[in-house]
């Protein structure tokens, strides 16, 4: 199918490289050609000698390789995708890191969370899955969603790295491995700990000081909802709760571990996000805005006010619950 006719307008290019960028809005067709556009825009297409029509069968396909699940669906790889791109400009990330570099970032991005199941990584061995099986228990779904991204690119037809010479997909290759294994949040303390050691110091030349830098950010755009506007948001929210407690039921049904932070009769939408954003979130965003300030405004505060907003309804509910109990 010819879409090279498609044209996205330069109104629509400056928003998607906003944190404020609303994905419901569109439909499915026209955020691939959004993605499409961000590889135009990042001059990937020139530079790495990428065919566009080979770049729209990859994205097809990309997309038929993700699942109709409430959360880690097509909608949620085009958000991540698009929150690394705003980051990429945000950050002027093109005169700090190459070309190839940016490459993977948007490509691991789009890819991460490939064939997602809707079950996590406690379920997979919980359950003793096919994929836990596979993978001896070691982050079996970001395993997986590498391994169907390079079975994607082993298919000429959709094949993007077809041009690069030996040592750019070796280069390629680690990176995304990285950069997908990264985004298991069972990885998040070592990470950031390990991301933390080195910002006194980062050295835009060491290899491993941008390759811990590039597993960060995956680790924010992945889990970053919370700093959209609250009309973007909230809906992610509902979202990613219909799968989790979908997990729970499951695993009740099933005689599973059920984690707390699952489980529809203790969760609350306003304490989970206010520990999530008061334990996980804002910890690793001020870490991050200690080497890029410009995050400040442009995600810091914003997950500051939802902190405000989900502290307030959660002292608005346990007040109303106070006042039914007495
Ligand atoms: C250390 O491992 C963790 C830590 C926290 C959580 N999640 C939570 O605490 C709760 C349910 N909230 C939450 N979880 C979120 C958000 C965005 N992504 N995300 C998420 C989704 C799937 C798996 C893990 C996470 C963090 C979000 O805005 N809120 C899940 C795993
Ligand atoms: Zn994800």
């Known amino acids: 199918m010819k879409f090279t006719k498609v044209h996205v307008s330069d109104e629509v290019r400056r928003e998607l490289r906003k944190q404020s960028f609303d994905n419901w809005q569109w439909d499915d067709p026209e955020m691939l050609i959004l993605l499409r556009q961000m590889y135009i825009d990042l001059n990937l297409i020139g530079k790495l000698n990428i065919d566009i029509n080979v770049l729209h069968e990859w994205l097809y396909e990309v997309y038929r390789n993700y699942n109709i699940v409430p959360f880690h669906n097509f909608k949620h790889c085009f958000m991540v995708a698009q929150m690394m791109y705003g980051l990429t400009w945000l950050i002027d990330l093109p005169s700090k890191l190459d070309t190839l570099e940016i490459f993977t970032l948007i490509t691991s991005a789009i890819c991460h969370d490939l064939d997602h199941p809707g079950y996590n990584n406690a379920y997979q061995i919980n359950a003793k899955t096919e994929l836990a099986l596979r993978y001896n228990d070691i982050s079996p779904l970001e395993n997986h969603h590498c391994a169907v991204a390079f079975d994607i690119l082993k298919k000429d037809k959709t094949n993007i790295t077809k041009d690069f010479s030996r040592d750019q997909f070796k280069r390629f290759r680690d990176g995304m491995i990285r950069c997908i294994l990264a985004t298991d ?142």
């Not at 390990?194 to 835009?204: C, Q």
């Not at 690793?284 to 442009?298: M, R, Y």
Request: with cysteine; hydrophobic share 45%; glycine share 2%.
């Open 185 to 326: 949040m069972a990885k998040h303390n070592e990470i950031l700990n390990s991301f933390k050691t080195i910002i006194p110091y980062f050295d835009f030349n060491d290899k491993e000081h941008k390759s811990v830098l590039m597993m960060v950010l995956m680790k924010v755009s992945d889990i970053s909802n919370e700093a959209r506007p609250l009309s973007v948001a909230m809906p992610w929210l509902d979202c990613l709760l219909t799968e989790f407690f979908n997990q729970s039921d499951l695993e009740k049904l099933e005689g599973l571990p059920v984690a707390p932070f699952m489980d529809r009769e203790k969760v609350s939408k306003s304490s989970s996000q206010v520990g999530f954003i008061k334990f996980v979130l804002l910890p690793l965003f001020e870490t991050v805005g200690k080497l890029f300030p410009q995050l400040e405004n442009a995600i810091i505060e914003p997950v500051r006010d939802a902190l405000a907003y989900y502290t307030e309804m959660q002292r608005a509910l346990e007040e109303e619950k106070a006042k039914k109990d007495s």
